[in-house]
């Protein structure tokens, strides 16, 4: 356990490594919120060409006041708008599925020591492996809230012991989905194929109990400190008056920099039992 918590101190302390998966990280969030952005002005603004800016009721008595040409015009130009917004949201999400994907690969090609070339099938197989996660995470998220649901029902009404208890099945549930993530993708990484590398995680956790043990120890730990930190640096006061879109993106960097950490942490555990071996 000494050993253990060793590495984990030396792991806190930034490296060239974590600063470039990072930035590549940082740099994927960054283009698809302005792909996404950019997509809903572009409707805003083909939905204010189609309404001129009236108001629903204004809009309707136009209609029904205005001749058959208006009308017929009007319906042509909804039909416009409807293509562009179904066909929009499948391109971006295929372009999100792709970016995600990529910078993936980029990131566990800088990881891993040896030397990988890019290449078109192994993104594809990349954009498979997210498409089965966002698969995994819809179920996980219909179990963990079943739980929710049993907790609220068998817990007392206390409203301070549920909230405690709900925080602590939520930030246990995230840390074990993202280290569970995080030992497929090292295999992946390996072996370029999904059943394969979700088997070897499972068989990892079965062999390895305590040291899967130790890793979400370590991952709860850091997340509590990361927590405690963010409270200190913004009062619950200034939390309270911030504008939502200011705190999504401080939480959004805070977890990117946990992620980031987390993943450098579990690589290098793996890849230096690999090694010892």
Known sequence: MKAHFSRYIRSLFLNKSIIITLAIDVLTVLLISLSWSFFNKALEWRLYLLTGGKSVETLKTTLLSGSAETTQ??????????????????????????????SQYAVWSVLTPKRITFSYKTTLSWCRVFLL?????????????GLLLLVNFLLPANQLLTAITVGMIKSFSIILFLVWSLLVLFYFNEKKQILESMNTSFQWIKTHRQNFLILLLFAGVTFILLNLLLQRLLPLGFMMTASAPFLFFIRLGVFLIYFNWLRWFIFNELNREQEAK
């Open 133 to 145: 996660f966002v698969l995994f995470s819809a179920g996980a998220f219909v179990l963990y809230s």
């Open 73 to 102: 015009l009007f319906l042509h130009n909804t039909k416009i708008f409807a293509y562009l917004f179904f066909i929009g949201i499948i391109v971006l999400l295929l372009f999100t599925l792709f970016l995600s994907a990529a």
